[in-house]
């Protein structure tokens, strides 16, 4: 009987989105293939340092204990290693307790065609070259930029924030500001559309099934007030009043309720960012996101006129 993964929210994950291979990648750059191999054989007992989406995913696959014996989340691993190569980063996974025991490895091959084979609903990966090939064969894709991200095991929460236009909803309005280069007509645009709903974005059927699974962490807590909610969604954009009624009015027709909303009309989001600390942020603009991502975990979502 084939197993089912369509009734649960499934993350496609590379090997550098996980863990940390500055090293193995500057033994693959510097001395080739076969002494990378050899490295990696060498050193297969030793795990890898945690990467920037670590923290993320560990967090991710704590809600499984929400429906123990029907997880609500699977994580997959995509990998361009080899399966002997990528024996390591197996190893890493077991050594750090997390479940995940699903992976492809595909010898250098670009693993985006592989998106839908698996549901996936959000594909995560350091290779910028991936992310924009799956992205422009329409799968929700993101860049991890590189950080140093400290994993806080004693922070139970998992904050998960996300830019509005060209991520959550598409990039209709972002391109209405992009051709007139006035905020003034932007403001006008959305007024005029403010009971109209935008159409979905890239990452909108992650955010379903993450609130989906807010929805079973509140039922939780009706039915147990001693339990302590995971999940907390935020909003941060650049949008700023009168532009944030379609937001609001987007999000009620969609069912989907989030924790906090930042309109920040310009402010650098980092400033909300550092107090908020969320554990991934996804944005689909790369000046709101370099100058932070050594110490926030940053996501790049390369789509729309704002990347053109």
Not at 105 to 110: D, E, P, T, W, Y
Not at 127 to 136: E, I
Not at 256 to 269: L, P, Q, S, T
């Amino acid at each position: 009987m084939a197993y089912d993964l369509t009734n649960r929210l499934v993350i496609g994950l590379s090997s550098s989105a996980l863990f940390d291979l500055k090293d193995s990648d500057k033994v693959f750059r510097n001395e080739g293939e076969q002494v990378y191999r050899e490295y990696q054989r060498q050193h297969q007992d030793t795990p890898l340092n945690k990467g920037v989406a670590f923290p993320f995913i560990r967090r991710m696959l704590t809600l499984n204990e929400l429906r123990k014996g029907d997880a609500l989340v699977e994580v997959i691993l995509l990998s361009r290693n080899d399966p002997d190569t990528g024996l390591r980063v197996m190893n890493s996974i077991e050594h750090y307790g997390l479940d995940i025991t699903r992976a492809m490895f595909l010898q250098g091959k670009s693993p985006h065609a592989y998106i839908p084979a698996f549901d996936i609903e959000l594909f995560l990966s350091a290779n910028p070259q991936d992310v924009k090939q799956a992205v422009l064969a329409g799968y929700p894709a993101g860049q991890i930029l590189e950080g140093n991200i400290k994993d806080d095991t004693s922070d139970h929460e998992l904050r998960i924030a996300f830019d509005f236009d060209g991520v959550i909803a598409d990039d209709e309005a972002e391109a209405v500001y992009k051709d007139t280069k006035e905020l003034k007509y932007f403001h006008s645009h959305e007024s005029e559309n403010v009971d109209v709903p935008h159409n979905p974005g890239p990452l909108k059927a992650f955010l379903d099934r993450i609130s989906e699974i807010q929805k079973i962490e509140t039922q939780r807590l009706e039915d147990d007030p001693r339990y302590k909610p995971v999940l907390k969604i935020s909003i941060v954009t650049a949008r700023n009043a009168p532009s944030h009624k379609r937001v609001i009015n987007t999000m009620r027709t969609w069912g989907i309720d989030v924790n906090e909303a930042f309109f920040m009309g310009g402010v650098e989001k980092a400033r909300v960012l550092n107090i908020l600390k969320p554990h991934i942020f996804f944005d689909d603009q790369r000046t709101h996101l370099d100058e932070n991502a050594s110490i926030l975990p940053s996501v790049h979502i390369p789509f729309g006129v704002a990347n053109n």
